[in-house]
């Protein structure tokens, strides 16, 4: 199998591919050892003939002509399972795949489960057996086997028939904008771009005060962009947990940094200590107006348990009756707030998640409808006004 490894074949390849319909991608790539993932492998396969495997890491290869194909309006994007591809293209070349059809989307808006893994999709479609024993493999080693390449090309040989059959029940269904708001989310360059500043929101608060909030925020926005500009993972420069000590304790010399026990040692004498030192002072003299204390965590006013638990059972019904993933949706703590609030801002109460699901729950709620088991199966009854009453 050719492995296109110069600009001038890729170029060319590209220019073959843009009067194409379609174009199926994948790519594989490393993030063991770096904050920022590493392109090793990208293959594209068209609707007939064999996938092309390009090489990100052959020596002088430009792949502008690549990234221009993603953004080739006339051509659609298949992707499975597409966010961690395009967060690559997002990154390598501020460039996001346009138009775009994931399909791991569309099989959840089919009725194949939630988040349905490529193997299983491919097997339920077209009968045949993906070999995945090459996915844990170091792409970025060179030569490549023979068995990478086969492995590497099934990922979008498949992937043709896969759109397709998807393609054909979701046009029958009528469900395309379902597909396309989800595509709209994948295509936002807002969901790839990770702010320093951000960064204290993906940890788990231990210490709700203010100033200990002050300090998580500047510690965790120190660490992400130490992680950014160093390209490590972020717990290669500090753990989770000595960050958490670090906004509890508020350390503000090499000495009190050196006790806290989450700290590695040696950390406190390392170049890296004042910067983080200047992080947790910052944190100490932020104005109590720019700390974003984040709310508490909600608690279900008292005996909306038992209706939660019915929005549960209605939820699995219609997405047993409309075929599509729960997942799609909504979670539980969804279910949580609509129990709460009519007005609640999920999703579920909005579009085509509340045409099929968000309406009914409220009548449900509100006693408009209820659930009945007809032939052991649950059954949902609308009722009377005077019923309801």
């Not at 194409?20 to 007939?48: G, H, M, N």
């Not at 890491?57 to 430009?62: E, K, P, S, T």
């Not at 099929?356 to 009854?381: N, T, Y």
Request: aromatic residues 6%; charged residues 25%; glycine residues 4%.
């Amino acid at each position: 199998m050719d492995i296109i490894t110069t600009t001038k074949a890729l170029e060319a390849a590209c220019a073959t591919l843009s009067k194409e319909t379609y174009v199926t991608v994948d790519t594989e790539f490393l993030r063991d050892s770096t904050y920022w993932p590493v392109l090793c492998l990208i293959q594209v396969a068209a609707p007939k003939g064999d996938a092309l495997i390009i090489d990100p890491l052959a020596d002088g290869i430009d792949l502008a002509a690549f990234y221009d194909l993603m953004a080739n309006t006339s051509v659609i994007k298949v992707f499975h399972a597409a966010r961690q591809d395009i967060e690559i293209f997002w990154h390598e070349a501020k460039t996001l795949p346009d138009p775009l059809f994931d399909t791991q989307v569309a099989a959840m808006v089919c009725g194949f489960g939630d988040s349905v893994g490529y193997e299983n999709i491919v097997k339920r479609v077209t009968g045949e057996q993906v070999d995945k024993s090459s996915r844990f493999t170091d792409w970025s080693r060179r030569p490549l086997t023979d068995k990478q390449l086969r492995y590497a090309a099934a990922d979008v040989t498949h992937l043709r028939q896969v759109y397709e059959h998807l393609g054909r029940k979701i046009t029958k269904s009528g469900r395309a904008e379902w597909v396309a708001e989800e595509m709209a989310i994948l295509q936002d360059p807002g969901t790839y771009e990770v702010k320093p500043e951000n960064a204290w929101k993906r940890l788990k608060l231990r210490n709700r005060s203010r100033k200990a909030v002050a300090v998580l925020m500047e510690a965790a926005a120190w660490r992400e962009s130490e992680a950014q500009i160093r390209n490590v993972p972020r717990g290669r420069i500090l753990k989770d947990d000595a960050i958490q000590e670090v906004a509890t304790q508020a350390p503000t010399s090499t000495d009190a940094l050196g006790n806290l026990r989450a700290v590695p040692k040696g950390f406190a004498q390392s170049r890296h200590a004042k910067s983080l030192l200047d992080a947790v002072q910052s944190g100490l003299n932020k104005p109590s107006s720019e700390v974003m204390m984040p709310a508490a965590p909600e608690q279900l006013p008292q005996g909306l348990g038992p209706t939660v638990e019915l929005l549960k059972v209605l939820l699995k019904y219609k997405c047993e009756a409309h075929d599509v993933a729960q997942k799609l949706i909504c979670n539980v703590s969804d279910l949580e707030r609509i129990a709460a609030d009519d007005k609640a801002d999920v999703s579920a109460l909005r579009g085509w998640r509340r045409e099929i699901f968000g309406s009914d729950a409220l009548d449900l709620k509100h006693g408009r409808l209820c659930l009945a088991i007809e032939d052991q199966m649950i059954k949902p009854v609308r009722l009377t006004q005077d019923a309801a009453e």
